[in-house]
C-alpha cells in the first residue's frame, strides 16, 4: 500500500460528497488538523477511533478506504 493511499481515499470520497475538511472534521468530531495531516500523508497510520469516526461519517466501510 502506497505511504498516502487512506489520506487520498479519504479526500476523494469527502470531495464526491462536496464537504470540505473543515465539514468533515466537524461532522466526524475531529480535529481539523488532524484531518489535515492524514489528507496529506503527515499521519500515515491513523488509529482505529480515527477511522471509525470518519468512514461512518463518509457512511463507507474502513475497507473502502484501505483499498
Not at 464537504?19 to 489535515?36: E, F, H, M, P
Request: without cysteine.
Amino acid at each position: 500500500m502506497s505511504s498516502n493511499k487512506i489520506g487520498r481515499n479519504i479526500k476523494e470520497l469527502r470531495s464526491r460528497l462536496n464537504l470540505t475538511q473543515d465539514d468533515l472534521a466537524k461532522k466526524a468530531d475531529i480535529k481539523y488538523t488532524t484531518l489535515t495531516k492524514i489528507e496529506s500523508g503527515v499521519i500515515k497510520k491513523p488509529s482505529v477511533q480515527m477511522m471509525a469516526k470518519i468512514t461512518k461519517t463518509l457512511n463507507v466501510a474502513i475497507k473502502k478506504l484501505l483499498s
